[in-house]
């Protein structure tokens, strides 16, 4: 997968804590053991790994996933890319026979530029798209996806899917920021709403994976960022009244000059895998037997974004004072060995 959930939100009066407390549990299913980019800031660098966890995914897991959770607000096919998986179609369909209402996929979109492919998703009953695209021109772009010829591509498939908005189709984007591409936001802003995209997300990386391994040469301190993002938007405030763009996994001490709206966050998700040792240490010990489910032959354990967040990002005891507290998933640990917690100053309740 590119790179984890954008979860904008719709336009509201809420602020970011309010919106950040009143979010619902998506489900995610793994459905991808391959890519066919080469994202230089890639969070699943374990490749390996990721097959063996991703290839168990069948038409009876995710018959028995979406029937458990008929409840939530969305389902999302994610992991790898999707669009290679052959079975993405079928199991689109599953989910939505088992009555899920919103289905989506993270994809960079590539296979969609070719338009039969996404008239098989849109007719299994695919709702939304969170297609991701790094830059507003192939140099941007391809610099980071390391794959000649994705750009036009990934364009094609924003493209086509903006053909189907009027018959409710949901066009977002999510835009990895790097060193490369923080000087650019309005531009890349501007490119994709011009190509219909109705929200655009800059998601901040996580420290992990290849954005771990690059870290030097791609990640701009939190601050850095949060500057190039308010200068975006006071310029592009100036032109619209509201601006459909979220600057998501960044804390939120360190961006109190963004307006309010503009704060986004990353989703409440779970997914289920497999009950291997890698995945039973994300979960304490004590929640591990309330976390796993059983059927016939097959087990698998609930994994949630919290078990995640806990076990690779850190809170100081300062932390405790501020305001964002209960709303902050803390600031990963491979950020805090370079840049320390110099930027952290707790808000003001
Ligand atoms: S809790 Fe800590 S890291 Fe989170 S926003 Fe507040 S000061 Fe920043």
Request: hydrophobic letters at 35%; one cysteine or more; aromatic letters at 8%.
């Amino acid at each position: 997968m590119d790179e984890p959930g954008p979860a904008a939100s719709a336009p509201t009066a809420e602020s970011v804590v309010e919106r950040i407390a009143g979010m619902q549990e998506r489900v995610h299913i793994l459905t991808g053991a391959i890519c066919n980019n080469n994202c230089i800031f890639c969070m699943e660098e374990d490749r390996d790994g990721r097959y063996e966890t991703n290839s168990q995914t069948t038409d009876e897991t995710v018959r028995w996933i979406t029937g458990l959770n008929r409840n939530t607000e969305e389902v999302c096919f994610t992991s790898g890319e999707p669009t290679t998986n052959p079975s993405l179609a079928r199991w689109v369909k599953i989910a939505h026979d088992q009555g899920i209402r919103r289905i989506s996929v993270m994809t960079n979109a590539r296979a969609l530029s070719h338009e039969p492919t996404l008239r098989r998703l849109l007719a299994a009953g695919m709702t939304r798209f969170y297609v991701s695209i790094h830059g507003h021109d192939a140099k941007l772009h391809e610099s980071l996806t390391r794959t000649p010829g994705s750009f036009d591509q990934t364009l094609g498939g924003i493209d086509n899917i903006r053909k189907y908005k009027s018959r409710g189709i949901e066009l977002h984007t999510s835009t990895v920021i790097t060193r490369r591409n923080l000087p650019h936001l309005g531009e890349i802003y501007r490119f994709l709403r011009a190509h219909g995209v109705d929200q655009v997300v800059f998601n901040v990386m996580q420290a992990n994976g290849r954005a771990n391994t690059y870290f030097e040469r791609i990640f701009p301190p939190y601050t850095e960022i949060a500057a190039g993002a308010k200068a975006f938007l006071d310029e592009q405030g100036a032109i619209e009244a509201q601006v459909p763009a979220f600057l998501v996994d960044i804390p939120l001490c360190t961006t109190t000059a963004l307006p309010d709206f503009n704060r986004g966050y990353v989703e409440r998700y779970a997914h289920y895998e497999p009950p291997t040792a890698a995945a039973e240490q994300l979960i304490p010990a004590s929640r591990l037997a309330s976390r796993t489910i059983e059927r016939e032959d097959q087990k698998a354990v609930k994994v949630t974004r919290s078990d995640l967040d806990d076990a690779q990002r850190q809170k100081r005891a300062a932390c405790a004072t501020c305001r964002y507290d209960a709303s902050c998933e803390g600031v990963w640990t491979n950020y805090l060995k370079r840049y320390g917690w110099d930027e952290f100053v707790p808000v003001p309740a």
